[in-house]
């Protein structure tokens, strides 16, 4: 089940606001676990055990370190533990076929490839479940001594498929103590219709171009770099509008979840990029990688280790593929060159053409995250430098087909509509915001019910 579809819209969210809002106050947390549950069996029953596996083992986990808390070592040796347990699982689910089938190709040992469906979301909620006992031990939060508060933090259902990731120490206060009232309850139906309109009225109408250029026979350099840019517009609204919906979902239960995205194609470096594109992840990394490696307190060559070992893990986390390697491996070299020599030659430049740099390099990141295939990939990357051609008949056609929701998507990846809305007096604001909240939730419903195309690209992660 996903956020945007009719069966969550219609069925599945106003059953549980209604059963959640009818719920005395300290039985919230439970139903919020069981409704998660319920939310992530939908389309996998079976996988259900290892959620309960996860919350079984890492609430025993965090309760070992409080209690060893005296004795650093047999601490540690608690959080290795539940860190081991976490990756054990994300590995064997999610990388054991691509590991076997590589081992297989280099040694023919023979290694069985098991071919099991990935359990949903699973890279989000075990880089949330590692927090937890992180956290605890370094005491950025208290320890989770009630089991089903803990159970609801792991499984909710708001970002439990597709994030934003949320570290424990950010809600562990809001898991026992929520401020939920009318004004934050409509803040967080505008947010989900922001959300909402982003997945199903931009991504969804975008993505059909993408696929075409990607299925195009002879595809040329125009046809290639069209391509990109679109798929640049359905990846970020997307999952930026998944993000939306996961907080204003949050917000209607008395949460208040992380900002996930920050318009990061006005962005001037790669750098930046990185600030702004998919901000839990990067923080998780920051915080529970790199600044644990060392970060940048240490010898340069340490440092430059560290760097490649974050965005190489970055890459992997993404997907069991090699184009998720060489697109780890591609951002942690480019941010390298802008630390050490890049950045402060872009600082002498126009903002303009900062600017085109770094979207350029963003979309030739775009075009190795997205063609998992090698060869395809090998050949996606000849067309854009003109090995099939210039131009064709066809990318006019389409470009002419395309232009307006390409203009509509700049102008939307940008913050000048929020700045035109921030410009708009009070009294017009109050009048127009449940016209555009009501018209952009009958304008989505309208379109699920006529979808033939509705992906999630994240969905898998």
């Known amino acids: 089940m996903i956020f945007s579809s009719l069966p969550f819209l219609f069925f599945y969210l106003m059953a549980v606001l209604a059963v959640y809002k009818l719920s005395p106050l300290k039985l919230r947390n439970l ?13 996998e029953p079976v996988y259900i055990v290892i959620m309960f596996l996860s919350i079984a083992v890492d609430y025993v986990h965090g309760m070992l370190v409080e209690r060893w808390r005296a004795d650093g070592r047999k601490a540690r040796r608690a959080v290795a ?15 054991w076929d691509f590991i076997a089938s590589n081992v297989n190709a280099l040694t023919g040992l023979g290694l ?22 992180i956290d605890i031990y370094r005491q950025d939060a208290p320890v989770q001594k009630n089991i089903v508060s803990f159970g609801a933090y792991v499984t909710l259902f708001p970002q439990l498929i597709a ?14 103590n929520r401020r939920e009232d009318l004004d934050k309850f409509v803040s967080g139906i505008q947010r989900f219709t922001v959300g909402a309109a982003k997945k199903v009225l931009l991504a969804n109408a975008i993505g059909e171009l993408w696929e075409q250029c990607l299925a195009s026979e002879g595809l040329t350099a125009a046809g290639a770099w069209m391509g990109l840019a679109a798929y640049s517009f359905q990846i970020y609204f997307d999952f930026s509008g998944y993000s939306d919906m996961a907080i204003g979902l949050g917000r209607m239960l008395g949460f208040e979840f992380l900002e996930n995205f920050n318009y990061p194609y006005i962005s001037k470096s790669v750098v930046e990029f990185w600030k702004r594109w998919h901000i839990s992840l990067t923080t998780w990394f920051r915080e529970y990688v790199y600044f644990p490696l060392g970060g940048n307190r240490v010898s340069k060559a340490k440092w430059i280790r560290n760097i490649l070992t974050v965005w190489l893990l970055t890459g992997i986390w993404h997907g069991a593929g090699w184009n998720f390697l060489l697109w780890g491996l591609y951002y942690g070299l480019l941010m390298l060159a802008e630390r050490l020599f890049l950045g402060r030659w872009l600082e002498k430049l126009p903002n303009a053409l900062r600017h085109g740099y770094t979207m350029i390099a963003v979309l030739l990141g775009w075009a190795l995250f997205a063609v998992e295939d090698m060869g395809r990939l090998g050949a996606y990357l000849r067309s854009l430098s003109g090995g099939g051609g210039l131009f064709a008949p066809v990318d006019g056609y389409r470009l002419r087909t395309y232009l307006p929701m390409l203009v509509i998507l700049t102008i939307a990846s940008t913050p000048l509509m929020k700045h035109v809305w921030e410009k708009l007096g009070e009294r017009a604001r109050s009048v127009l915001l449940p016209v555009l909240v009501l018209g952009a ?9 006529d979808a033939g195309y509705n992906p999630f690209l994240y969905f898998r992660f």
């Open 81 to 95: 533990s539940s860190v081991f347990f976490n990756l054990a699982i994300l590995i064997f689910f999610k990388y």
């Open 163 to 176: 994030g934003p990731i949320v570290r424990y120490k950010s809600v562990a206060e809001q898991l026992e």
């Open 112 to 133: 069985p490839v098991l071919g099991l469906p990935l359990p949903i979301g699973i890279s989000f909620y075990t880089f949330q479940t590692m927090s937890y006992t």
């Open 441 to 449: 939730l009958i304008l989505c419903t309208a379109s699920l019910v």
């Open 31 to 43: 139903v919020l676990l069981l409704v998660s549950l319920f939310f992530y069996g939908w389309g």
